[in-house]
């Protein structure tokens, strides 16, 4: 079965400290797709990124990096300069493609808190 | 990005009551959506998927005469919870995604549910 763990269940920095959200996820499927979502306290899940298993180039945008190693089936998520808008649940989570479809599973969840 | 809406937001009815949530997809045409159930400071459980024509698939431990599922549209499905009871308080998200970007999932804004 598929499985994500996000060990981290709270987090908690000063505001412009930087700070990694680990994720590490099981899979036997060779082909599979990585997704980071942010949940700010509206409740709505917010796209980062997708990323597929063929491809493990590092990813930045902004203030946001994401490391996928898949010899380590990590894909984790690195905030530079954090700022307080940044506090949120962040979800990492696992496609899997059964009959036709591409279910979620997500991990637990890391609640992030950036203090001023 | 894609938009997902849902509707109501917040529902508060009385144990026994029926209560219908709409899933739309906004500005692509969805013939697969995902209903989730997060209750509070946990993460999303994946309740069922709604198939667009044909009858939706529900995860193991989710009671399809409970909570009844209809994708009549490309764009529409709608999840009833028929005689809601306390435990079913919860928040319902639904995502989909648009087939020209793969199996990215884009979720809607959630309805918090309430039965008294």
């Known amino acids: 079965a598929q499985k994500v763990t996000q060990a981290q269940t709270e987090i908690s920095v000063v505001e412009k400290e930087d700070v990694t959200l680990d994720c590490v996820y099981e899979?036997?499927?060779?082909?599979?797709?990585l997704f980071w979502y942010k949940q700010p306290p509206s409740g709505e899940l917010v796209f980062l990124i997708r990323?597929?298993?063929?491809?493990?180039q590092n990813e930045i945008s902004g203030r946001y990096s994401w490391n996928f190693q898949k010899s380590t089936s990590s894909f984790n998520f690195t905030i530079t300069a954090s700022q307080v808008v940044d506090s949120a649940v962040y979800f990492c989570?696992?496609?899997?493609?059964?009959?036709?479809?591409?279910?979620?599973?997500f991990g637990q969840g890391t609640r992030l808190t950036i203090n001023p | 990005g894609a938009v997902v809406s849902q509707h109501p937001s917040r529902v508060i009815c009385k144990s026994g009551t029926s209560v219908k949530i709409e899933c739309r997809s906004l500005?692509?045409?969805?013939?697969?959506m995902f209903w989730y159930r997060q209750f509070p400071k946990q993460s999303l459980m994946l309740m069922a998927t709604?198939?667009?024509?044909?009858?939706?698939?529900?995860e193991q431990g989710v009671e399809k005469d409970k909570f009844l599922i209809n994708h009549a549209s490309l764009t529409l499905s709608t999840l009833t919870v028929t005689s809601a009871h306390p435990e079913d308080s919860s928040f319902y998200i639904c995502?989909?995604?648009?087939?020209?970007?793969?199996?990215?999932?884009?979720f809607g804004p959630g309805t918090r549910l309430t039965v008294l």
């Open positions: 989570a696992l496609s899997e493609v059964q009959r036709g479809a591409q279910k979620l599973v």
């Open positions: 500005d692509f045409q969805a013939t697969t």
């Open positions: 899979t036997r499927d060779t082909t599979y797709y």
């Open positions: 990323r597929n298993s063929f491809d493990e």
């Open positions: 995502s989909a995604g648009p087939t020209r970007q793969g199996n990215t999932q884009y």
């Open positions: 709604s198939n667009e024509g044909s009858k939706a698939t529900y």
